[in-house]
């Protein structure tokens, strides 16, 4: 249970270097080990199998991940059009207000909500919205490459991910366990 009358914090994991939803679920062990509730919604994966959703299982019911994302927007594998996209960025956006006011946890993750603002599905004003509605006491981490300056003067902690090496330079393709 949190403590009473801390201030809760808007986090930010931004950049083109790997890490950002990792250091997300590195928070969320942090939090479980409080005894927090926490909430990840992932708005641009779907399409894909990650070992998180597995992981997550074993940290039920104070750990939740929900998928509401398309996948990877006009990227990879990606076959939905835009407004498939949209609205699937617009009812992550939707559930997550719904999940964050409902009382039920204490930190609530939007995974690539940034990649939703940065390449339109979401705008600023937006994600500000459902920023403006958070509790005081209430923490939140919001993830993805791309995030825009007005959420970076907003948030209390920033964090940029800089690509320095990846094994993708050589031709690796992602490994599991390890990206996935």
């Given at each position: ?17 790997k ?37 997550v ?14 996948g ?31 009382g ?57 991910m ?8 050589k ?10």
């Amino acid at each position: 249970m949190k403590e009473k009358g801390k201030r809760g914090f808007i986090i930010v994991y931004t950049g083109d270097g790997k890490g950002k939803t990792t250091a997300a679920l590195g928070m969320a062990l942090r939090a479980i080990g409080r005894g927090w509730k926490v909430l990840m919604v992932q708005f641009m994966k779907g399409t894909w199998h990650y070992a998180e959703l597995d992981a997550v299982k074993r940290l039920a019911p104070d750990f939740e991940i929900v998928s509401m994302g398309k996948g990877f927007y006009k990227i990879l594998d990606d076959h939905y059009t835009e407004e498939e996209h949209r609205a699937a960025a617009i009812a992550a956006l939707q559930f997550a207000r719904e999940k964050m006011l409902s009382g039920e946890y204490d930190l609530l993750i939007l995974d690539e909500v940034n990649n939703a603002v940065s390449t339109g599905l979401l705008s600023m004003p937006q994600l500000a919205e459902l920023l403006d509605a958070k509790p005081v006491d209430f923490h939140m981490v919001l993830t993805g490459r791309g995030a825009p300056p007005e959420l970076i003067e907003r948030a209390d902690l920033v964090t940029e991910m800089r690509e320095i090496k990846h094994p993708y330079q050589k031709g690796i393709l992602a490994q599991k366990g390890i990206d996935f």
